[in-house]
């Protein structure tokens, strides 16, 4: 069965959902999205510190998409592309984002999802320090504190899961429970 990413976002989609975008991720999208989301934390008056636990892990999110997802051409131009859905879920959130990306990169993705999630908070604080400290960057810009810093905020091991689309890509589903 061949990948569907309009079902996918269908089937995640729910009652529950807060929150959810499926598209471009351009700098401008990434600015809408924190706003809306924003918007509905005070609408139904989340609490300071949980807003802010939220916005930090969103802008880790909304980021990866921006400059981690692969680049699609769409109305002349190259564009990440990628979903977010926020949900209220169990007394607590959930906070799903999905892009594509290519093989090559999947496995050294995950590989750093999976040795983060095994460290303590110790050892998290220590990767941290030495990760801010070492001033080595990604070819995408990235240096890796995103997915520390999501795991350090939410007090949660990520969760992910991929799939295999067209090609050489994979459609890549990360999870925060907050």
């Known amino acids: 069965m061949s990948f569907n990413l309009n079902q996918w976002f269908a089937d995640n989609v729910s009652e529950d959902t807060l929150f ?5 991720v351009g700098s401008k999208k990434v600015t809408d999205i924190l706003d ?20 930090n892990i969103l802008i880790e999110l909304v980021q990866n998409l921006y400059h981690h997802g692969e ?28 892009n594509f990306i290519k093989i090559e990169r999947l496995k050294v993705f995950t590989d ?9 908070p110790n050892e998290l604080k220590a990767l941290y320090r030495k990760v801010l400290a070492n001033n080595h960057y990604s ?4 240096g890796g504190l995103g997915i520390i810093n999501m795991i350090r ?26």
Not at 165 to 175: C, K
């Open 20 to 24: 959810y975008y499926k598209g471009s």
């Open 139 to 142: 070819e995408k810009g990235g």
């Open 36 to 55: 809306k989301i924003e918007a509905i934390m005070d609408e139904k008056n989340f609490p300071l510190k949980e807003r802010k636990k939220i916005l």
């Open 112 to 120: 750093y999802i999976d040795h983060t999630n095994s460290l303590g």
């Open 71 to 98: 680049k699609f051409e769409v109305d002349n131009a190259f564009k990440s592309y990628g979903c977010i859905i926020f949900n209220d879920e169990d007394g607590g959130l959930k906070i799903v984002s999905a």
């Open 153 to 178: 905020k939410s007090g949660n091991k990520l969760k992910y899961c991929s799939q295999r689309t067209e090609g050489e890509n994979f459609f890549l589903v990360l999870t925060v429970k907050i």
